[in-house]
């Protein structure tokens, strides 16, 4: 069993689950913290936006396959980032969800979107029926360096 926490003289390590963190090369993709960072906890980027494809049908769908990208400044590295879907009137954000949080970190999330070093990339599904998913409402993102 790995041991995931270490704590020694000028030094608290976390890692992932199922990383140990005594391992000397551990990367920083398989830690949560390690205080030798100097970027712990900066916010590299934040901000509101709604979705620029444009409507396609009365079901609020669009035409556009192509992800939504959000740019960012690049630290160097692919960074942590949240983003929240908020209704604006009769709005939903995405699959009927009145409000709902997409956490995508260092890889593909379960739709298909994605974080790289400088942009987010949401995914724009299918639906049955035709079109692809349009975003609704507002679009708050957060980009973290960890």
Do not use: C
Request: aromatic share 10%.
């Amino acid at each position: 069993m790995a041991t995931r926490f270490l704590m020694t003289a000028g030094r608290i390590l976390l890692t992932k689950p199922g990383y140990d963190a005594h391992d000397g090369g551990l990367s920083d993709r398989d830690k949560l913290f390690d205080s030798n960072w100097n970027f712990s906890g900066v916010l590299i980027a934040a901000g509101t936006i709604t979705d620029p494809a444009p409507v396609s049908g009365n079901d609020g769908l669009t035409s556009t396959a192509s992800p939504l990208v959000i740019h960012f400044p690049s630290p160097g590295y692919v960074p942590a980032a949240y983003v929240t879907f908020e209704n604006q009137g009769d709005s939903t954000p995405y699959d009927g969800a009145g409000f709902g949080e997409l956490r995508v970190e260092d890889s593909t999330v379960e739709d298909g979107s994605r974080v790289y070093a400088d942009r987010l990339e949401l995914s724009r599904p299918s639906i049955s029926g035709g079109g692809y998913r349009r975003y609704r409402g507002l679009i708050h993102y957060r980009v973290f360096g960890v």
